[in-house]
C-alpha cells in the first residue's frame, strides 16, 4: 500500500519570498508522483506530475519538484511566491498498477503575506 | 473540450436523510470515475471508483454507495446520513487507468449533515 506525507499543515510566506513544501512518499512498488493545488471552494488542479525521467519537474507558473527516490520525497518549491499562490497544495502517488488510484497527503495550506 | 460537473453545490441535511449527489463528464467516452471525500484536515479520501456502467469499486467500508447508470454519470447515495458524512466531496474523471493520467476534478459538493 502507499501512503504519503505531507509534514506542513500551514505554511505563511511574505509575497516574493521562497516557498518549500515537503512531500514525503512510502510505496513498496515504484510510484507516479503529483502536485495539486485548491483554490478556494473549487476543485482540485494538477499543478506537475513526475512520471519518469528527468527528476526535476516544472509547472506552468514557476513552482518545480524534485523527485528523490533515495529519500523518497517529492518536494515542491517555488522561488518567489505571488498573492495568487495562496491556495492548498496536495502531493499525491500513484501506484502503476490499477485503476489510477491516487493517495493523497492531508495537504498544506499555503498563505502568501503581502 | 472536457468538462465535469457536479450538482448541487452545496447540501445541508438533517441527520438521517437520504442523499444523492450527482455527477456528469462532457467530451469524452468510457472515463475512469471517482468519488473522493475531503473533510477537515484530512485530505482527500477515495470513497468509490468505477472503470464501466454498473462496475464500481468501493475503497472505504461506509453508508455511502455509488452508482453508475450511465457511461458519464456517476452518483453518490446515502439512505441515511450520519453527523460524520459532512465534507467537501468531489468526483473526479481520467482518461486511461495505470496510474499515470492526471485526474480531473469537479468543483464540489459541501455537505453539512446537521
Known amino acids: 500500500a502507499q501512503s504519503v506525507t505531507q509534514l506542513d499543515s500551514q505554511v505563511p510566506v511574505f509575497e516574493e519570498a521562497p516557498v518549500e513544501l515537503r512531500c514525503n512518499y512510502s510505496?513498496?512498488?515504484?510510484?507516479?508522483l503529483f502536485w495539486y493545488v485548491q483554490y478556494p471552494n473549487q476543485g482540485l488542479q494538477l499543478l506537475l506530475k513526475?512520471?519518469?525521467?528527468?527528476?526535476l519537474v516544472e509547472s506552468i507558473n514557476g513552482f518545480e519538484a524534485e523527485f528523490n527516490k533515495s529519500q523518497t520525497s517529492f518536494h515542491l518549491r517555488k522561488p518567489s511566491v505571488h498573492i495568487s499562490d495562496t491556495a492548498e497544495y496536495f502531493c499525491?502517488?500513484?501506484?502503476?498498477?490499477?485503476?489510477?488510484?491516487?493517495?493523497f497527503g492531508t495537504g498544506t495550506r499555503l498563505t502568501v503575506i503581502p | 473540450s472536457q468538462t465535469i460537473h457536479q450538482w448541487p453545490a452545496t447540501l445541508v441535511q438533517p441527520v438521517g436523510s437520504p442523499l444523492s449527489l450527482e455527477c456528469t463528464v462532457e467530451?469524452?467516452?468510457?472515463?475512469?470515475l471517482y468519488w473522493y471525500r475531503q473533510a477537515a484536515g484530512r485530505g482527500l479520501q477515495l470513497l468509490f471508483y468505477?472503470?464501466?456502467?454498473?462496475?464500481i469499486s468501493s475503497e472505504v467500508p461506509q453508508n455511502l454507495s455509488a452508482s453508475r447508470p450511465q457511461d458519464r454519470q456517476f452518483i453518490l447515495s446515502s439512505k441515511k446520513l450520519l453527523l460524520s458524512d459532512s465534507g467537501f466531496y468531489l468526483c473526479?474523471?481520467?482518461?486511461?487507468?495505470?496510474?499515470?493520467?492526471?485526474?480531473?476534478f469537479g468543483p464540489g459538493t459541501r455537505l453539512t449533515v446537521l
Open positions: 473526479a474523471w481520467t482518461r486511461h487507468p495505470g496510474g499515470t493520467d492526471t485526474q480531473y
Open positions: 510505496s513498496s512498488v515504484s510510484v507516479y
Open positions: 513526475y512520471l519518469s525521467g528527468s527528476t
Open positions: 499525491a502517488v500513484s501506484d502503476q498498477t490499477g485503476a489510477n488510484n491516487l493517495f
Open positions: 467530451g469524452t467516452s468510457n472515463p475512469n
Open positions: 468505477s472503470v464501466g456502467i454498473g462496475q
